[in-house]
């Protein structure tokens, strides 16, 4: 049976509070034993609540990203017929709309990523193409000699990172070295 809107109106305030006590420098156990609670859902509640703080700053970024939109393109429609006009473009408009629709562009994330080359020894390009791990570790070992050949790898070996390019098996233990 769902809790009533009562009930999760009252835990709603309760981790709105934790967290604000949270913030203000308390321990879990000490906003625990205010409220009355286990330490573990006193934990609970504040990650619960740190997640929809979360959830919440990322909706009004989305907003702020809408109106933000929404203005730059108002101001597009007004720029556009002085930049486009066949018979008399005015150039302060044109440069006007060309800046809106970069503002635009990079507003919404639609930039396309800029193609990079990674030269060979002898100033040609590195053929390219898997970028998987063993392909880019290779292209890194030869990066710095002065006249490297261009390894042919097997996409199916995984390369250690030592020089004599022993393969390692794959594995499914943890060897406890995960950087954490």
Same mark, same amino acid.
């Given at each position: ?68 939109? +929404?203005?730059?393109? %108002? /101001?597009?429609?007004?720029?556009? #017929?002085?930049? !486009?006009?066949?018979?008399?473009? &005015?150039?302060? *408009? ?7 629709? +970069?503002?635009?562009? %990079? /507003?919404?994330?639609?930039?396309? #990523?800029?193609? !990079?080359?990674?030269?060979?020894? &002898?100033?040609? *390009? ?7 791990? +063993?392909?880019?570790?290779? /292209? ?13 790898? &097997?996409?199916? *070996? ?23």
């Amino acid at each position: 049976m769902p809790p009533s809107k009562a009930k999760s109106a009252s835990v709603a305030q309760r981790r709105s509070e934790m967290l604000v006590m949270k913030i203000q420098g308390r321990s879990a156990a000490q906003i625990a034993e205010h409220y009355g609670i286990s330490p573990s859902t006193c934990r609970s509640d504040l990650s619960r609540a740190i997640k929809k703080a979360h959830a919440l700053e990322v909706q009004e970024a989305q907003l702020y990203r809408y109106l933000q939109g +929404a203005r730059l393109e %108002e /101001l597009l429609r007004a720029v556009m #017929p002085a930049a !486009t006009d066949p018979v008399e473009a &005015d150039l302060k *408009a044109n440069e006007q709309a060309r800046k809106l629709i +970069a503002d635009i562009t %990079e /507003l919404f994330g639609l930039k396309v #990523p800029v193609r !990079t080359e990674i030269s060979g020894p &002898d100033g040609g *390009a590195i053929p390219f193409s898997s970028g998987e791990a +063993a392909e880019i570790m290779a /292209l890194i070992d030869i990066s710095d000699q002065d006249k490297a050949e261009i390894p042919t790898l &097997d996409p199916d *070996a995984d390369f250690d990172d030592e020089e004599d390019g022993t393969v390692l098996e794959d594995d499914d233990e943890d060897d406890g070295d995960d950087g954490l």
